[in-house]
Each structure stands twice: as C-alpha cells, then as structure tokens.
C-alpha cells in the first residue's frame, strides 16, 4: 500500500515538474538535444504573419543558415526586371533573455534583429519579433 502511494506521488511530482518545464511558449515541453543543436539549420520561412495577415510570400526568398557555433548566414534569392540577384550577409547568433530570445547580429545592421523563440524543435523553429508583430515559422530546407 505504502510502495503504491509513493508511486503515485512520483507520478505526480513527475507531471507537474515536466508541465512547468516548457521553456517556450509552443514548445516542446521535453527535448533531450540541447538548444543549439536544434537551432544549427538551414532554415527557410514556410509561413510568416504580420498584424495577423499572410505575408509568408514576402519571405520565400530566405534561406537562413545557423550553426552550432553560433555562425549565422543570411541569403536572399529574388528575380527582379528580368534578373537573378542572390546577397548574403554573415554574422553570429547568441541566446538572450535566459534562452528565451534568439539574437542575429549581421554584418549587415541593417538585418539585425531579436525575436522571442514560441518552438523549438529540431526540424521546427517558430519566432515572433520582438520589435514588430512578426512572427515566422521556420522549417529545414
């Protein structure tokens, strides 16, 4: 009797414990591969809203590069009046905000920005600007 309340307080204590553990607001609750490894990716945008609207096709050009040292590659495809033009910029990215926020810093200023992480898995990343009502899903190329 007493092995099985003590089971059932493990339980509990279990459950509670891993409920209040999710770091990110859509998760994952648990994940046993440390941030960085889930962060290291090619990314590309599959949907993007801002002030509540679609605007995932202002976003399908990028292709977003991290890696576990904190390198960071952003490339740009687009065709324009009938010519090809790809840029890049390189920098580095850095957690802020007890892990909670993902920083990119490019050579480019001009790209720099902060964003709250919402999901972090290792084949989804979704963030949410932190200056701007932005928010972007990312999934591996």
């Given at each position: 009797?007493?092995?099985?309340?003590?089971?059932?307080?493990?339980?509990?204590?279990t459950a509670t414990l891993l409920g209040s553990c999710q770091k990110y607001e859509d998760g994952p609750a648990v994940s046993l591969t440390p941030r960085e490894d889930r962060v290291a990716n090619t990314w590309i945008i599959a949907y993007a809203e801002e002030n509540?609207?679609?605007?995932?096709d202002d976003f399908d050009q990028y292709e977003l590069y991290l890696t576990t040292d904190r390198d960071a590659t952003l490339t740009a495809s687009y065709t324009a009046f009938?010519?090809?033009f790809n840029t890049t910029t390189n920098g580095t990215w850095n957690f802020t905000n007890d892990e909670e926020n993902l920083r990119v810093d490019y050579e480019?200023?001009?790209q720099?920005?902060?964003f709250r992480i919402l999901r972090l898995k290792s084949d989804e990343l979704w963030l949410k600007d932190t200056d701007q009502d932005l928010e972007l899903h990312l999934l591996p190329k």
């Open positions: 009797m007493n092995f099985t309340r003590t089971i059932g307080v493990m339980t509990l204590l509540g609207e679609n605007v995932s009938g010519t090809d480019d200023d001009e720099d920005n902060e």
